[in-house]
């Protein structure tokens, strides 16, 4: 009776536990504050819901994978919003002083855009885009040149896709890429909603000296985005203190270069 008893009790706390980590709460010492046990129950009880695949574990904690579902530009924006900034300010050792650089559209290469634009004291860099905000991020900047790629924008994203883009993507080349994504998986690459829009970054990847994907970490835990690309010649990924346990050891067997913002 006792050991049902134990069952039962572990089996609450288990779906106890799930659901706040869907409502949001990721790290573990907020978990046990709040189910009112230790850290290691929590992290032994987190060690058991990955393994049935409930959840994915984080540095830290753990998020819950969803199904892939392309959210509005103005609803992503409102999203891991701390994260974005902390990814941006990681990201910025990859840009260079001057030359030509890429930024593709997305809310955290917005964040990037607009750390530079406020941080942009002399001329010499030029930025090409795809898209809309991230173009606007950085109209006002004095310092900074902007490129806004032709083509079709997509109503969900506001990133621009299509034969224009292509061709004046062909016209370029770039020192750096910034790119984003919706999936990423380093043994895979990136992945999107869309075949236009990886053959964009595909191209764009083409002509870059250096490609920098962005992306929070819940973008790593992401398993059935429609459209898949990798990158030759390695790339780096740079993402938030929230990334999966084993994300170091899975970037140095695919040789992707890892940086982890605090």
């Not at 300010?89 to 559209?105: E, L, M, S």
Request: net charge negative; glycine share 8%; aromatic share 4%.
């Amino acid at each position: 009776m006792a050991q049902h008893g134990t069952r039962r009790n572990t089996r609450e706390r288990h779906d106890a536990l799930l659901g706040l980590v869907k409502d949001g709460m990721t790290h573990v010492d907020d978990l046990a504050d709040a189910l009112a046990v230790s850290p290691s129950t929590v992290r032994r009880d987190l060690g058991r819901l990955s393994e049935g695949r409930k959840v994915a574990r984080t540095y830290g904690g753990a998020v819950v994978p969803e199904t892939f579902h392309e959210r509005p530009i103005a609803e992503s924006a409102q999203a891991q919003r701390r994260a974005k900034e902390a990814i941006a300010k990681a990201a910025r050792q990859f840009v260079p002083t001057a030359g030509t650089i890429f930024i593709d559209a997305g809310t955290t290469c917005v964040a990037l855009a607009r750390l530079l634009g406020r941080e942009a004291t002399e001329a010499g860099l030029v930025v090409a885009t795809r898209g809309l905000e991230t173009a606007l991020a950085l109209a006002d900047s004095e310092h900074i040149d902007v490129i806004l790629l032709g083509g079709r924008v997509r109503s969900l994203s506001h990133g621009l896709v299509g034969p224009l883009t292509d061709l004046a993507t062909e016209r370029l080349s770039f020192t750096a890429a910034f790119l984003g994504a919706d999936a990423v998986d380093p043994s895979r690459g990136v992945g999107e909603p869309t075949l236009e829009e990886i053959a964009v970054k595909e191209r764009v990847a083409a002509r870059t000296q250096h490609v920098v994907v962005v992306a929070d970490a819940t973008k790593l835990a992401v398993p059935d985005v429609p459209a898949w690309t990798s990158f030759t010649g390695g790339w780096t990924l740079v993402t938030d203190a929230a990334a999966p346990t084993d994300l170091s050891e899975r970037c140095a067997t695919a040789g992707v270069g890892l940086t982890v913002a605090s």
